[in-house]
């Protein structure tokens, strides 16, 4: 099949342009057609020039393609407003297409408002598109559209998704400082292992003093990193892609997100951040009428962490056994005895929505007051890290200098 690059015309007048595979000119003309656009002009590519503009059109994608949370935080927003004025779905999906500046959500709106055309409801045409519309979210939807009350849904999603953003920039903020200072001192460590020991190397040998154990052991390390920094640099490189391979596969992202529970003093914050997310994910789609077990399953996807997940599933089939909510809770070890006493009280008064919330809100403080201190808790283990590595370079570059010394002034 050949590429042909393409101009046409949307149903509401708007220029498109893009690249698609077809037999010949005419076959693209349809495929145009079938989507509801009238070609303008269409252009076979030659093949050196396609590839050349496929390897581009890769990177604009990769660069532009990705819709993150505040993509979604601004979508529900201007949804909220729009459905709130009385602005008719089909109009409202096609005017926010041609606002939005970001090509995968413009087209992603461009392909839920054609659906609607076609007859879809909102909720299954938001599920067409997993990679940009989180389940929870197709899930709110579909409740709104069932209880008449949409704008509503879209507004609460708004303010679940603003909690979540506020919650990561947090984490974020507080691990740059530490981040920033591991990064400059294994810059410094670089440095100094590859041009300055192998400088006083020279200078030992030529005294004829005799190196201590320390020294020889970096002096060591240096050589190797001079003589063959191409294998490290060939090495960590492979290194990085095997470990992102490993992260893409199912087992692999499972260990990670279980280790770094378990990293001292960022993992409590993770994990309390995670139940953050339950919490409020599963109170919103429960209070607006998800049932139960369905919501579970939306919140264990959203939750953004594998290990956790495959918690709330086995959380979820207990409760689908026939278990209660706080039992499943609690032989799934992923809740504290705070928020199983608060879930007991949900149930037997029937408010496990109001409870979630207060336990939530609960966390959330204590996450933004562990945030604010992390550097300050931090900078202490930082602190001994770092000494501990320079002492050991000041002892193998100073400690023949000592000796030196001696040797100079015994030979005086």
Not at 114 to 133: A, I, M, T, Y
Not at 345 to 352: I, L, N, P, Q, R
Request: charged share 20%; hydrophobic share 50%; net charge positive.
């Amino acid at each position: 099949m050949a590429q042909f690059s393409y101009k046409a015309r949307s149903l509401s007048g708007q220029l498109l342009e893009g690249r698609l595979e077809a037999v010949s000119a005419a076959g693209a003309a349809d495929q145009l057609l079938a989507n509801g656009a009238t070609p303008v002009a269409i252009n076979e590519l030659k093949a050196g020039v396609s590839a050349f503009e496929q390897i581009s059109a890769r990177l604009v994608a990769a660069r532009q393609g990705r819709v993150d949370i505040e993509d979604l935080i601004l979508f529900c927003r201007q949804m909220y407003t729009l459905i709130k004025s009385g602005v008719p779905m089909l109009r409202a999906l096609r005017g926010l297409s041609e606002m939005i500046r970001k090509p995968a959500m413009a087209s992603t709106l461009q392909a839920v408002a054609d659906d609607l055309e076609s007859g879809r409801d909102l909720s299954g045409s938001l599920r067409r598109h997993p990679k940009v519309f989180p389940p929870l979210l197709a899930s709110m939807v579909q409740v709104g559209e069932g209880s008449g009350r949409l704008e509503e849904a879209f507004f609460q999603i708004s303010r679940y998704l603003i909690r979540e953003k506020q919650t990561a920039d947090q984490i974020r903020a507080a691990m740059r400082y530490p981040t920033f200072v591991v990064v400059a001192i294994s810059i410094a460590m670089a440095v100094i292992t590859l041009f300055v020991i192998p400088a006083f190397e020279n200078l030992y040998r030529g005294a004829g003093a005799s190196l201590p154990l320390p020294t020889r052991i970096i002096l060591g390390i240096s050589n190797f990193a001079v003589n063959w920094w191409w294998a490290i640099l060939l090495g960590g490189v492979a290194a990085l892609f095997a470990w992102r391979a490993y992260l893409a596969t199912e087992s692999g992202r499972l260990v990670w997100d279980r280790f770094k529970l378990r990293i001292p003093v960022i993992g409590s914050i993770l994990h309390r951040a995670t139940l953050i997310r339950f919490c409020r994910g599963f109170a919103m789609g429960y209070s607006s009428g998800v049932p139960l077990i369905q919501s579970l399953a939306f919140t264990a996807q959203a939750v953004g962490n594998a290990f956790i997940e495959q918690r709330l599933g086995r959380l979820r089939h207990s409760v689908e056994r026939g278990e209660t909510l706080t039992r499943s809770a609690a032989a799934s070890e992923m809740f504290t005895p705070l928020v199983l006493q608060m879930l007991s009280v949900g149930e037997e008064t029937g408010s496990v929505d109001n409870m979630l919330v207060e336990v939530a809100e609960f966390y959330e403080r204590e996450v933004e007051y562990d945030v604010s201190r992390l550097a300050s808790t931090i900078e202490p283990i930082l602190i001994v890290v770092i000494g501990a590595m320079v002492l050991v370079l000041a002892l193998g570059v100073f400690l023949p200098m000592w000796d030196l010394s001696s040797v100079t002034r015994g030979g005086g």
